[in-house]
Every structure is written in structure tokens, then in C-alpha cells.
Nanobody
């Protein structure tokens, strides 16, 4: 059974940085795509970034491209989301997701496994 555990959320001022971690277990993830999504109060869950484990190919939402970086540590089975130049509109619960997928999906319904989420709050 795939398990995903997020950590690293918190409260930060606008312009600051945070690094989220997603510790993955239960599989060998070489054939998986890993994604980060977020959900703000009253809004739908939206795609943030994704990475294909095998070749580290990445894709970003326009709203975060150039500010956020997704990466993975193969030895630690962990995916990271480095978030810089944070804005109040980045405030949300951030979720890690995984799916055995040769592409880099950006739709929530394309991911089979989800973590419990971690809160990120950016104050102005």
C-alpha cells in the first residue's frame, strides 16, 4: 500500500520561503509520477507541480512557475516542493499525490494515492 506523508508547512510572511516534503513508502516509485496540489478554503483542489520519478521531468502550473521547484531524492523516497517568493494567494492546504503513470498528469482524478495535506499560510 502506497503511503504519502507531507511535512514542512507553516506560517510565513509574503516574500518568504518554505520547503515541503513528501515521504513515500510502499512501492518502488521509478514508474510513478508524483504531484503537488493545493486547496484553498472554498476553492477546488488545483494542480501545482509534478515530477516523473524516472527522468525527473517536471511540469508547473503557470501561477507558480519560476517561484516553486519540485524535486525528488531517490535514496530517501522523498519528493520536495521548494516554494520561494511566497504570496498570500499561495495560502492553502498542500497535498502530495502519486500515480503509476508514464506521463506527468495534472488532473486530480489522474492520481490514485494522496497524502493527508499540510497547511501553508502566507501573511501579507
Amino acid at each position: 500500500q502506497v503511503q504519502l506523508v507531507e511535512s514542512g508547512g507553516g506560517l510565513v510572511q509574503a516574500g518568504g520561503s518554505l520547503r515541503l516534503s513528501c515521504a513515500a513508502s510502499g512501492r518502488t516509485f521509478s514508474s510513478y509520477a508524483m504531484g503537488w496540489f493545493r486547496q484553498a478554503p472554498g476553492k477546488e483542489r488545483e494542480f501545482v507541480a509534478a515530477i516523473r520519478w524516472v527522468d525527473i521531468n517536471t511540469y508547473y502550473a503557470d501561477s507558480v512557475r519560476g517561484r516553486f521547484t519540485i524535486s525528488r531524492d531517490n535514496a530517501k523516497n522523498t519528493v520536495y516542493l521548494q516554494m520561494n517568493s511566497l504570496k498570500p494567494e499561495d495560502t492553502a492546504v498542500y497535498y502530495c499525490a502519486a500515480d503509476q503513470n508514464p506521463s506527468i498528469p495534472i488532473e486530480t482524478q489522474s492520481y490514485s494515492y494522496w497524502g493527508q495535506g499540510t497547511q501553508v499560510t502566507v501573511s501579507s
